[in-house]
């Protein structure tokens, strides 16, 4: 498996510092640095560097910053600003004794955990990461598990907002695997996710 702590220079650690501060880390005119999340996981470099490249392409400037134990705490501290996460985890961490199994039901769930300060994005139901038994259907009684991006409340503006969810739009479960099957064959996260944005137009 692919497990990689990217940092984008020194710059990086810099914008970890303000990952979504209204001041500049530079100048009080010029935009914030936002920190896009995750752990080590090949799952969790890519869509980290999906959204972050998502948003650079709706007029954000962010970075990216994996390798994280604790992403959840990253966010919640405003170490980051951005976490993509599979929801039904989410509902797992959140309220473990929940009884939501759909996808529908999970999305709900997380909408009523968020902690504040903390916003999610629409979920991309072509992205259902349940374990499957061998004829293919959900293993028992497994909680929905689709590909989400949380964020700080507010950073966002409309057209930024719309590309997280545009993102959401186009992720399939196939897609996602075959974007990380080419990063273990030796593709760079950055370079993956940049073809698979290219791909859907994004």
């Given at each position: 498996m692919y497990s990689v702590a990217v940092r984008r220079t020194a710059a990086a650690i810099l914008a970890a510092a303000c990952a979504f501060t209204t001041l500049s880390c530079a100048s009080d005119d010029a935009a914030p640095v936002v920190v896009v999340g995750g752990n080590s996981t090949t799952e969790s470099v890519l869509l980290a560097e999906i959204y972050s490249q998502a948003l650079d392409r709706a007029g954000a400037d962010s970075t990216v910053s994996t390798g994280s134990a604790t992403p959840l705490a990253d966010l919640d501290a405003g170490r980051i600003a951005v976490l993509p996460a599979r929801n039904g985890a989410l509902v797992d961490r959140w309220n473990?004794?929940?009884?939501?199994?759909?996808?529908?039901?999970?999305?709900?769930?997380?909408?009523?955990?968020?902690?504040?300060?903390?916003?999610?994005?629409?979920?991309?139901?072509?992205?259902?990461?349940?374990?499957?038994?061998?004829?293919?259907?959900?293993?028992?009684?497994?909680?929905?598990?689709?590909?989400?991006?949380?964020?700080?409340?507010?950073?966002?503006?409309?057209?930024?907002?719309?590309?997280?969810?545009?993102?959401?739009?186009?992720?399939?479960?196939?897609?996602?695997?075959?974007?990380?099957?080419?990063?273990?064959?030796?593709t760079s996260p950055a370079d993956a996710a940049r073809s698979w944005l290219d791909a859907h137009g994004l």
């Open positions: 473990p004794a929940s009884p939501a199994r759909t996808p529908d039901e999970v999305v709900a769930a997380v909408n009523s955990a968020l902690p504040q300060g903390i916003s999610v994005s629409d979920a991309a139901d072509g992205t259902d990461l349940r374990l499957r038994a061998p004829g293919g259907a959900p293993e028992g009684a497994a909680r929905s598990q689709s590909i989400v991006a949380l964020y700080r409340s507010g950073i966002f503006d409309r057209r930024q907002l719309k590309k997280l969810n545009y993102v959401a739009g186009e992720l399939t479960t196939e897609g996602l695997t075959e974007s990380i099957n080419q990063i273990e064959s030796g």
